[in-house]
């Protein structure tokens, strides 16, 4: 009975994934109830009495009910691979063999919580520029097309001679407002078929590594990579994972495809005996603080420690990047937005300045 209401519950979690934001709030929860001595089908059951969405209930009950039935919590977490992540699973089975699993579900929830937190920060930095883009364009459009050729009909009834950059206003406004609808639609084609070409992973692979490349771009993107990978390799190896089983799984959560294979070809080096850190000195692709950290906590024995310093300058890094990139975009992106508008104006206003002094 209980098996059959999992496998409902499952299938009914399965609709609609769980976010990230849920999935700390979870873990920290069970983390609390677990460490005050509850035990963990009733820090389960508790912690889904708390929740208010249909799915997390879902999956808990699922969770718990593999509890119930002599399963141990990451056989539970099995059961939902697209929720939990594989981290999840290697860490709570490590802590659950050595018998600190509140432990672990704590070392969980700050994990959760800060790469939660990191997704927030960087959307966060990112909305406003994109927000004030998508105005600028807007605005300049909506002059292009609607305002521009209000005024070109006052011009070309008096039958004078344009300035150049009043001609070349009126040909942009014209060829918008012709061929804008083209535009637009060329460019969701476009859209469509890069996508389905990044769906090649050779062809990902390039662009991924094109994008390491970009000045500013790269260093966010390898900041941000670096600081979770970090992260995760700290919290196994604190749970007592296997080295090599830590590595695999924490370039899983690599999102940079170059850095992914990197991490890769550093596994096979330390099976063969070689350092972690000079195995991941070999790409060049990890920041040389990271490396040189995680080289002194192998020689320290250390790891854990020197591995969770380097995600927090690599964190602390990747906020100072956001936060310059926002105060300089957005300024930017104003002056941008007003040189376009002043060039439109000036370009109306020249013809009618050219009129007055042919009449006195």
């Not at 808990?60 to 119930?68: D, L, S, T, Y």
């Amino acid at each position: 009975m209980a098996q059959k209401e999992a496998k409902r519950q499952k299938s009914f979690s399965f609709a609609r994934r769980v976010s990230a934001g849920d999935l700390a709030l979870f873990t920290r929860q069970l983390a609390t109830l677990t460490r005050a001595g509850l035990p963990l089908e009733e820090a389960l059951g508790a912690v889904a009495q708390q929740t208010e969405k249909p799915r997390v209930q879902a999956i808990i009950a699922g969770v718990r009910a593999k509890v119930m039935e002599g399963h141990t919590l990451a056989d539970g977490f099995a059961e939902f691979p697209r929720i939990f992540p594989e981290i999840y699973r290697a860490t709570v089975s490590a802590g659950e063999q050595a018998g600190h699993l509140d432990n672990v579900l704590e070392r969980l929830a700050d994990y959760t919580e800060s790469r939660e937190q990191i997704r927030q920060n960087v959307l966060a930095a990112m909305l406003y520029p994109i927000a004030l883009s998508v105005m600028c364009f807007m605005i300049v459009t909506a002059l292009l097309v609607f305002v521009v050729p209000k005024v070109v009909s006052v011009f070309e009834a008096s039958k004078a001679k344009l300035p150049f950059i009043t001609q070349a206003l009126i040909g942009t406004s014209d060829f918008l407002r012709v061929y804008g609808i083209y535009l637009l639609i060329a460019a969701g084609l476009g859209v469509w078929l890069f996508r389905r070409w990044l769906r090649d992973p050779g062809n990902r692979r390039r662009f991924h590594r094109l994008q390491l490349r970009v000045p500013v771009l790269g260093k966010l993107l390898r900041g941000f990579n670096t600081a979770r990978f970090t992260r995760t390799f700290s919290i196994l190896s604190g749970s007592a994972v296997p080295v090599l089983e830590a590595l695999r799984i924490s370039g899983e959560v690599v999102t940079n495809l170059p850095m992914r294979d990197a991490v890769a070809e550093a596994s096979a080096r330390v099976r063969e005996g070689a350092p972690i850190g000079r195995s991941l000195a070999v790409s060049r692709l990890f920041p040389p603080m990271t490396i040189h950290l995680i080289s002194s906590g192998e020689s320290s024995g250390q790891l854990e420690q020197m591995l969770e310093r380097a995600a927090l300058s690599q964190e602390r890094d990747l906020n100072s990047l956001l936060s310059a990139m926002v105060g300089l975009l957005g300024p930017a992106l104003i002056v941008m937005m007003g040189l376009f508008v002043m060039g439109i104006v000036f370009a109306m206003l020249l013809p009618i300045f050219q009129m007055n002094d042919l009449i006195h």
